[in-house]
């Protein structure tokens, strides 16, 4: 067995001692595809390298991590590890090399503590309801909050949480980072993303150039968003069609002074109105 490939394991296991507290063999069988004993092998090996980070939880062959765990084998990155609650097989993709004749931009970080994060993951994957603190521009003062989460969300910019609202009585999505506090569960959630409307209902965005453009300006957008007949169509969810228009910068409420700035406009705004936040 090659050692890159036990090392890529022993580095799980820090990854998700780290962000989940605790790690059993079937979670090593489930992400790498090994058998159970090669598995506990690896829990074993990590122990002997660092006894400092685990606490052994024997009758179902797991490890918590100690109070005074350190990461050993990674670095935490909050988006790396919601990445990798969408989709486990990118774990080895992140902090990939960029090639020497390119470049991406790295966004700074959003502020969001490993326990808190744990809680939260387990009500989504459990459905269960959770009771944390939250605070917004709007109303920057602490306030509790019993949410039913069913999905993460990633707009590009920042990650957002998706469930039933207690308080509201509504459907909301949640910014990860404006959580405050430590987060409680509190048994099976009242409403699931099976009832969630919004989520479940598609709908398409017919953009178009700014109609202020000259027609040669308005065909070098057409070719860029390989329009055809002068319109680009996204099909998305309901409750994403306002971050998707973010993401495209178009701006529903007031049209830039400069087309040029604005560029792309919604041409169907009356059916797309209804989904968009107020």
Not at 21 to 44: C, E, P, T
Not at 73 to 85: A, C, E, F, K, S
Request: net charge neutral.
């Amino acid at each position: 067995m090659h050692k890159s490939e036990q090392q890529s394991r022993l580095r799980f296991i820090d990854f998700i001692l780290y962000w989940e507290g605790k790690i059993q063999n079937k979670q090593l069988v489930a992400q790498f595809g090994v058998s159970r004993q090669q598995a506990w092998q690896d829990l074993q090996r990590y122990a002997e390298l660092y006894p400092a980070n685990l606490q052994p939880v024997v009758p179902n062959k797991a490890y918590r991590a100690s109070t005074s765990f350190r990461p050993m084998l990674h670095t935490p990155d909050i988006d790396h590890y919601l990445r990798w609650v969408q989709n486990p097989a990118c774990f080895e993709q992140a902090g990939e090399a960029t090639p020497g004749n390119s470049a991406t931009l790295q966004l700074p970080p959003r502020q969001v503590s490993a326990s808190l994060i744990r809680v939260l993951v387990q009500a989504l994957r459990e459905q269960q309801r959770v009771e944390v603190d939250y605070v917004s521009l709007t109303n920057p003062d602490r306030e509790g909050r019993i949410i039913s989460p069913h999905t993460l969300i990633n707009t590009g910019l920042r990650w957002h949480l998706r469930g039933w609202c207690e308080k509201h009585r509504e459907y909301r999505d949640f910014v990860l980072s404006h959580f405050r506090g430590a987060a409680e569960l509190l048994g099976p959630a009242e409403k699931t993303g099976a009832d969630d409307a919004a989520w479940h209902t598609e709908i398409t965005l017919h953009l178009v150039p700014d109609r202020r453009l000259s027609p040669e300006q308005q065909a070098v957008l057409a070719h860029d968003y390989q329009m055809h007949n002068g319109q680009l169509h996204l099909t998305t969810r309901a409750a994403l069609a306002q971050y998707l228009l973010q993401q495209m910068q178009v701006n529903v409420k007031t049209l830039d002074a400069i087309p040029e700035a604005q560029q792309l406009e919604l041409a169907n705004l009356h059916d797309v109105k209804p989904w968009l936040f107020s």
